[in-house]
Nanobody
Framework: VQLQACGGGTVQAGDSLGLSCVASGPSRYGYVMGWFRQVPGKEREFVAGISRSGNFRDYADSVKGRFTISRDGAKNTVSLQMNSLKPDDTAVYYC????????????????????WGRGTQVTVSS
């Protein structure tokens, strides 16, 4: 399993940016997927998660109302649309996935995920 995140870059505060994560291999239908972020010297933190069904989502309080997670099962892709970006959103963003049999589970902790992508840098200037 390989996860490849892309779409990072440098933007100004208030701008929007979209991240995508493509999973190689067979269909990811049975996988819960999520986005995390990390800045130097701090622990990796949860940003957004989506159930294997795509019907349930959860977000960190800091991004609620600004970020939207979605998935495309046919393309093995999970996306993160980030609007109204702030300098505090600056971090390396990672996508992750984990196999779960329950269709409505959303995972919000790093320990819940089995596979991780390599990360993509997002920098928001003030």
């Amino acid at each position: 399993v390989q996860l490849q995140a892309c779409g990072g870059g440098t933007v100004q505060a208030g701008d929007s940016l979209g991240l995508s994560c493509v999973a190689s291999g067979p269909s990811r239908y049975g996988y819960v997927m999520g986005w995390f972020r990390q800045v130097p010297g701090k622990e990796r933190e949860f940003v957004a998660g989506i159930s294997r069904s795509g019907n349930f989502r959860d977000y960190a309080d800091s991004v609620k109302g600004r970020f939207t997670i979605s998935r495309d099962g046919a393309k093995n892709t999970v996306s993160l649309q980030m609007n109204s970006l702030k300098p505090d959103d600056t971090a390396v963003y990672y996508c992750a996935e984990a196999w779960r049999t329950h269709s409505n589970v959303v995972l919000t902790t790093t320990g819940g995920y089995d596979y991780w992508g390599r990360g993509t840098q997002v920098t928001v200037s003030s």
